[in-house]
C-alpha cells in the first residue's frame, strides 16, 4: 500500500501549481493588452506617408498633377494645408469613442464573462483595425470613412483593460503588487514598439500592410484568449490570493501605521475570491457612484487624465515630430520612437518597485512627474542635435512620462478596486478600473487634439502644453501625499517607540 504524500510534499506540489496557473494567466493577459496597443499605434508611423513632401521624387509619367505640387504622393484628403487638423480628427475620433465607451466597459466587465467579452472585444478590434489598412487598397480617399473605422475601433478597445486588470487582479493579491504589475504593464510599450516596427515594413510602399497585419494578429489573439484565459483560480481548483482569516485577524487589530491612504493593507485583499463559489451568493457589482466615493479614485483619475494626455501626445505625435524636426525618414523616426516606449517600460517596473518599498503610490507618482517636466524641456531644445542625445533623452522622458501612468493604470487601479471600505467585494475591480482609465483616456482624447491644433504655431508651444498637464497632475496628488508623509511619520515613531521598550 502506497504511503500518503508528507504535508510538506502535498504543499509544495500545491504551491507550483497555483504558481504555474498564475504565471499562466499573467503571459496570456500580458499578450492580449499587447495586441491592443499593438493597433493602436500604425496611424502614428502611418501620419508621414499620408501627407509628406513629394518635390523628391520622381512624378510618374501618367500623373495629371502641376509640377509645382509638392504633395501629389500623399493621400486624400491628407494632401492639403490642414492635414494636422485631419489627422488629428482622425486620432480623436478614437479616443473621444474610447473615452466615452470606457465609462460603460467596466460596468459590462463586472457582469458579463471576461473570456467572452474580451474574446469578442479583441475579434472585433482586428477587423476594424485592417478596415482601416484596406483603405489603401480600396483606393478610398474620404475622411469620414477612417474617421468611422476609428470610432467602432476606439468603442471595442474599450473591451481590453478593465477586463485584463480585473483578470489579474483575481489571481494575485497586493503584496508586492506594484512590482509585478509594473513587469506586467510592459505590455503598452511592447505593443507599442510591435506595432511601430511592424508599421514600419510596410509604411514607404504599402501603408495598408501597416494595419491589416497588427489586425490580423490581433484577431487571431481573441480566438486564443477564448479558448485560453482562466478568470478565477477556483475555475482550476487553485488557491486564490488571500484567505477570510487573514481579513478577520486583520480587522481585530490596531491601525496599521504604515497603511496609505487610500489603500487597505496586504491583508485587506480580494477577499471575496478567498471564498469558494459555493460557500454564498455572488456579491452585487458595485454602482458607478459607488465606486467615485472610494477614497483616492477621484484623485487619481484626474492625476491620469493629465499624465495620459502627455503620454499619449507622445504617442500620437512623436514619430512625426521627430521627422519634421530631426528630418529623418518615415521608418527611422517610428524606429527611433520605439525608445520612448523602451523608457516606459524602465519606468513602470521602477514606479512599481519604488511604491512597495515605500508604500507610497501617490509620492512615487508625483516625484516622477516632477522630473518629467524639465526632461521634456530639455528634449525639445537640445534631444534634437544629434543622435546619442537624442536616444538617451527620449528613454529618460519615456521613463519618468510613462512610469505615473503605468502605475495608475495598474496597482493603484488594483488597490482602489480593492479597498476595505468594499468589505471584500472585489465586484468592484473592473468599475473602478474603467472610471480611472476612462477618465484618464479623456486626456488621452484631449492631448492628441490640442497637439493637433497647436503644432501649426510651432512645436515649441506643443511641449509647453505638455509642461502644463504634467505639473497639473502633480498638484492633484498633493493630499494624498501630504497623507502618505503623515502616515510614515506616525509609522517611524511607533517603530522608535517599539525599540525604546
Known amino acids: 500500500m502506497r504511503s500518503s504524500l508528507a504535508p510538506g510534499v502535498w504543499f509544495l506540489r500545491a504551491f507550483s501549481r497555483d504558481s504555474w496557473f498564475r504565471g499562466y494567466t499573467l503571459l496570456l493577459t500580458f499578450l492580449i493588452y499587447t495586441c491592443y496597443h499593438m493597433s493602436r499605434k500604425p496611424i502614428s508611423i502611418v501620419k508621414s506617408r499620408l501627407h509628406q513632401n513629394c518635390s523628391e521624387l520622381i512624378t510618374p509619367g501618367n500623373d495629371t498633377h502641376g509640377i ?27 479616443l473621444v469613442a474610447y473615452a466615452i465607451g470606457m465609462f460603460i466597459s467596466g460596468i459590462f466587465g463586472e457582469r458579463l464573462p471576461l473570456r467572452y467579452y474580451l474574446s469578442t472585444g479583441m475579434v472585433l478590434s482586428g477587423l476594424f483595425t485592417s478596415l482601416f489598412g484596406l483603405g489603401y487598397f480600396w483606393s478610398i480617399h474620404m475622411l469620414w470613412y477612417f474617421v468611422l473605422i476609428q470610432i467602432c475601433n476606439g468603442l471595442v478597445q474599450t473591451t481590453g483593460w478593465p477586463s485584463v486588470v480585473a483578470c489579474v487582479g483575481n489571481w ?13 504593464n510592459s505590455h503598452t510599450s511592447v505593443g507599442n514598439i510591435l ?82 463559489k459555493e460557500q454564498g451568493p455572488e456579491p452585487e457589482a458595485i454602482s458607478f ?15 491620469l487624465l493629465f499624465a495620459k494626455l502627455v503620454s499619449y501626445t507622445f504617442l500620437y505625435w512623436l514619430p512625426l515630430y521627430i ?22 517600460i524602465i519606468g513602470g517596473i521602477m514606479a512599481g518597485l519604488i511604491s512597495d518599498y515605500t508604500n507610497g503610490r501617490a509620492t512615487t507618482c508625483c516625484i516622477m512627474l516632477i522630473l518629467a517636466a524639465p526632461m521634456m524641456f530639455l528634449y525639445n531644445y537640445i534631444g534634437q542635435n544629434g543622435i546619442t542625445s537624442s536616444i538617451v533623452m527620449l528613454i529618460i522622458c519615456g521613463v ?77 496628488l ?12 506616525v509609522s517611524r515613531s511607533r517603530s522608535s517607540g517599539y525599540r525604546e521598550i
Not at 486624400?76 to 487638423?85: A, L, Q, R, W
Not at 457612484?289 to 492625476?303: D, M, N, Q, W, Y
Open 323 to 344: 521627422f519634421n524636426v530631426a528630418h529623418f525618414g518615415a521608418k527611422e523616426a517610428g524606429d527611433l520612437s520605439t525608445l520612448f516606449d523602451v523608457g516606459g
Open 478 to 489: 498633493c493630499r494624498l501625499v501630504y497623507k502618505e508623509i503623515l502616515a510614515w511619520k
Open 68 to 94: 509645382n505640387d509638392t504633395t501629389w504622393c500623399s493621400w486624400t484628403p491628407f494632401d492639403k494645408d490642414d492635414y494636422k487638423e485631419l489627422l488629428g480628427a482622425v486620432d480623436n475620433a478614437f
Open 172 to 184: 494575485f493579491g497586493k503584496g508586492k503588487r506594484g512590482f509585478i504589475m509594473g513587469i506586467w
Open 400 to 476: 519618468l512620462v510613462n512610469g505615473p501612468y503605468a502605475l495608475i493604470t495598474t496597482a493603484v487601479s488594483a488597490d482602489l478596486g480593492t479597498h476595505k471600505s468594499l468589505k471584500g467585494n472585489a465586484k468592484a475591480l473592473s468599475t473602478v478600473t474603467a472610471i480611472i482609465d476612462g477618465t484618464g483616456s479623456i486626456g488621452a482624447a484631449l492631448g492628441p487634439l490640442l497637439a493637433g491644433l497647436i503644432s501649426p504655431t510651432g512645436w515649441n508651444n506643443v511641449f509647453y502644453m505638455l509642461i502644463s498637464a504634467d505639473i497639473l497632475a502633480c498638484l492633484l
Open 289 to 303: 457612484l459607488g465606486a467615485l466615493k472610494i477614497p483616492g479614485v477621484i484623485e487619481f483619475s484626474l492625476c
Open 195 to 276: 506595432g511601430s516596427l511592424i508599421a514600419g515594413i510596410w509604411v514607404n510602399q504599402q501603408w495598408g500592410l501597416s494595419f491589416i497585419v497588427p489586425g490580423i494578429i490581433t484577431a487571431a489573439m481573441g480566438i486564443i484568449t477564448f479558448l485560453f484565459l482562466i478568470e478565477y483560480p477556483e475555475d482550476v481548483d487553485c488557491t486564490p490570493p488571500q484567505h477570510h482569516d487573514d481579513q478577520e485577524k486583520d480587522q481585530d487589530s490596531p491601525e496599521d501605521p504604515g497603511n496609505g491612504p487610500y489603500t487597505n493593507r496586504e491583508s485587506n485583499m480580494e477577499t471575496t475570491a478567498s471564498c469558494s
